[in-house]
Structures are given as structure tokens and as C-alpha cells.
């Protein structure tokens, strides 16, 4: 008994050391965003939407991972696909629309601009952020994890907890990067190439939502697994349509000004890449 005990002793500051953890880290970021706004005052004005999404984005990931709907996710499948909504699909969304990069790369001086460009260019950031890889990592985590005895281990340990939660959230960010970033981007797929990516991995998507409610994670409850499945179908619907409408009007607005331009006879300068929205 007294083992026992100690076990969920243990147990219970593993996860209380986890929460501080995300907690410390959201702070730090966000100090970083914030420190990055202080560096570059002296520079054209940093778009104040830029920032909100930013840190609407730290709220959705704090949130996922901290606080009553993390403690409700590790016995709820519903608490727990919210959470992975707002961890993989929409905290990612809202980050990417911050523009980190672009912001850092105002914030820094010629030096360190020019290493972070170049780390930008290096052939594995070009296979990570190439949409078909992202695509994989995002969707196809999630296939492991809710195939596998991944999903009651994630629940089971704090450690393996916070490593599947890590890569939700940065194979998110980077396939959400990859398909509507708008920070610079030196390998940007075409929009062809981005459109079918997307359609692909939301059809993965509806199919994994649509199995999990016919087949259920191990040791969760049926109905509990039903109103789950159906919270990621309809909940990663809005995210996947909001992907839809900005992957058009990044097009758009990359074709319309060469259009502008082609009737008039003029050069366009070709120095962003193709299909990417301009970072303000």
C-alpha cells in the first residue's frame, strides 16, 4: 500500500512538473516574440494582428497542455481531442500567422540574419518543410498514435506525454508552414503542389476521424470515443477550411500584382518566393 503510494506520488509530480514546464516554456517564447517587438522598433511598425495571432496561438498551446483540459484529457478522449485541435491544428495556424521568422529576422543584426537565412536554405529544413514530408509527420503521428499502444502509454507517463505532445505541435506548425506560411520561405512548394497536399491530408483526416468512431482507442469509453471522433471531424473542418481560404489568397494575391505588372510591361521583382503571401 505504502508503495503504491509513493507510485502516484511520483506519478502526480511528474505531471505537476510537466504543466510548470509548458508553462515556463509558453513565458519564454512569448518574452522572445515580445523581445523581438523591442528590437525592431526602430524599423517600419510591426503589424499589431501579427502579434495578437501570435499569442492567441501561446493561449490555444498553454491551454492544450496546462490547466483543466490537459488534467481532463488524460481520462476524457473528447477533453483530450480538443486538446489536440488546439495543440496540432489551431495553436499552429495562429503561430505561423504570427510571422516568428520574419520578426526574428528583423530583430537581429546583419550577422545573425544572414546564419538564420542560411540555416533556411540547408537541405534538411527544405525536406522538412517540403509539404508532402510536414504532411506525413503531422497526419501520420496521429494514425500511430491513435493505431498503436501509443494513446494509453501518452497517458501513462508523464515523459512520453510530453514527447508525442511535442511533435503534434511542431509537426503542426510545420506543415502549417509549409502549406499557408507566411515568414520567408526559401524552398516554397508551388501552389499546385501545396493544394494537392492539403486535399490529401484532409481526406487522412476525415478518414482517421471517421475510423475512430467505429474503432475506438483502446480503453476508451464508445460514446466517449463518438462525440471525440466527431469533435475532430467537425472541429479540424474549420481549421482545414480556413487552410483552404488562405492557401487562395496567398495565390491570389502572388498572381494578381504580375498580372498588374504584365499589362503594363513591367519587371516583377521575383525575389519572394512564389505563392507566398507578403509578410508585411
Known sequence: ???????????????????????????????????????????SPWPAHRTALFASGLVCVAA?????????????????????LLLGMLGPLLLVLGAPVTLALRAMPVRR???????????????????????????????????????????????VHAAVHAHVLLAGYLFTASVVGVDPDPHRASVAVRSGVLVVYVAAHSVL??????????????????VGAQLMSYGGDVVDVALVV????????ATRPREAAGTRGEVVDGSRPRGAPHPE
Do not use: C, I, N
Open 209 to 226: 476521424a471517421k475510423r475512430l468512431y467505429a474503432h475506438p482507442p483502446a480503453g476508451v469509453d464508445a460514446r466517449d470515443a463518438e
Open 1 to 43: 500500500m505504502e508503495h503504491q503510494h509513493d507510485a502516484a506520488a511520483h506519478g502526480a509530480l511528474g505531471w505537476a512538473v510537466l504543466e510548470v514546464s509548458v508553462v515556463a516554456g509558453v513565458l519564454v517564447v512569448a518574452g522572445a516574440y515580445a523581445a523581438g517587438l523591442r528590437a525592431s522598433r526602430h524599423r
Open 113 to 159: 540574419a544572414r546564419a538564420l537565412t542560411r540555416v533556411l536554405r540547408s537541405p534538411p529544413v527544405r525536406v522538412l518543410t517540403h509539404p508532402a514530408v510536414a504532411a506525413v509527420l503531422a497526419g501520420g503521428g496521429l494514425w500511430v498514435l491513435y493505431g498503436t499502444d501509443l494513446y494509453p502509454a501518452m497517458h501513462a507517463s508523464p515523459l
Open 64 to 84: 492544450a497542455l496546462a490547466g483543466p483540459l490537459a488534467d481532463a484529457a488524460r481520462t476524457s478522449f473528447t477533453a483530450h481531442m480538443a486538446g489536440h
Open 246 to 253: 488562405l492557401v487562395a489568397a496567398g495565390w491570389y494575391a
